[in-house]
């Protein structure tokens, strides 16, 4: 698995990856990616009367075939401190107290996030605090802030601290003139994120939090490529377990949600990682993950290999994040 290329060239790659994709899917997916770009000669494209110019050079790609299934070296997230000052009708935490609940889109009318019991709503109460997700950096030396993932919908990205069952998911912050949360950098605590590798973005490179090991980490790589659509499919009774979570690479940090029912296309596997299977997939059709989304999942959330879905009518209007 290479690394991938710097801005400039990934724009344009993304670019490619968006025109061809979604050509080949109104076109019943007949246009492969990768032997599309194979056969570039004259470094020019042109897809629905759509033309960008590139190198041949410019246009690899990813793990077997497909940008933005990454090493965990171009994956280096942080977490700014936001609080809970208003909460949501009928919701309450663990305490009995009111709050604000976690939720698998960016929407009142997502799916709560559950705790780890699979059942209780994952809600954080007034007064408590939740880690809001920055953008994605490539920098695998020191840890520059990437800034803020952008909001969606009045809500934003990030997970619990605290008393909360610290899951992943989107958190309402201002919704139809109500400020449920705001950002609170004076906040004593910390908040280091899910991942090893994840920081805290006031503290950068001196970070405290306990399990901290500087940005970047294991560049993963040995994926098998074979392509197929799937479902993702209930397995168990807990559908907030961390298989159904997208994430930038294997056993990295998570990014949008998937939920039973939702048609993906997988690339490529990795048989086991610290002993579980992953799959290096592109959103079709999904409730709360926005089409042409990619990254890894873990393998036993798909399903067996189906017909090529049909155009997707529930596709959830949101962006996917750089």
């Known amino acids: 698995m290479k690394k991938e290329k710097k801005s400039g060239e990934k724009s344009l790659i993304h670019q490619v990856d968006n025109l061809v994709e979604k050509a080949s899917v109104q076109v ?24 960008l110019m590139l190198k041949p050079t410019q246009a690899q790609a990813g793990a077997c075939g497909i940008t933005e299934c990454r ?20 919701m309450y935490g663990i305490n009995g107290l009111p709050g604000i609940a976690l939720r698998k889109g960016p929407s009142f009318s ?5 705790r780890s019991d699979g059942v209780t709503p994952n809600v954080l109460e007034v007064g408590h605090h939740f880690g809001r997700q920055s953008n994605r950096g490539g920098s695998s030396t020191g840890c520059p802030d990437p800034g803020p993932r952008l909001s969606q919908n009045g809500f934003v990205w990030g997970y619990g601290t605290g008393i909360s069952s610290p899951r992943n ?4 912050y201002s919704v139809n003139g ?19 590798a ?13 399990s901290y090991n500087g940005c970047g980490g294991n560049f993963v790589s040995g994926e098998t490529c074979s392509t197929s659509f799937r479902p993702i499919i209930t397995v168990g009774t807990d559908i907030s377990e961390e298989k159904y979570l ?15 029912g939702d048609k993906i296309k997988r690339y490529g596997y990795m048989s086991s990682f610290k002993g579980e299977g992953w799959s290096c997939i592109r959103v079709i059709c999904a409730k709360w993950a926005p089409y ?31």
């Open 28 to 51: 019943a997916h007949k246009i492969h990616r990768r032997s599309f770009l194979g056969r570039l000669t004259s470094g020019v494209i042109v897809v629905g009367g759509t033309s």
């Open 71 to 90: 090493g965990t070296y171009d994956v280096n997230i942080c977490y700014t401190p936001w609080k809970v000052v208003t909460a949501e009708p009928g």
């Open 110 to 114: 997502a799916p709560v996030v559950t």
């Open 169 to 172: 998911g989107w958190w309402p």
């Open 178 to 196: 109500v400020t449920y949360a705001v950002g609170d950098s004076s906040w004593t605590g910390w908040t280091c994120g899910p991942g090893p």
């Open 198 to 210: 994840d920081w805290d973005c006031r503290y950068g490179g001196k970070s405290n939090c306990p």
């Open 246 to 260: 997208l994430r930038y690479a294997v056993e990295s940090t998570p990014f949008a949600w998937l939920i039973p």
């Open 292 to 322: 042409d989304c990619r990254g890894w999942v873990k393998s036993n959330a798909l399903g067996d290999p189906i017909a090529t879905p049909d155009v997707c009518s529930a596709q959830v209007s949101i962006a996917c994040p750089s």
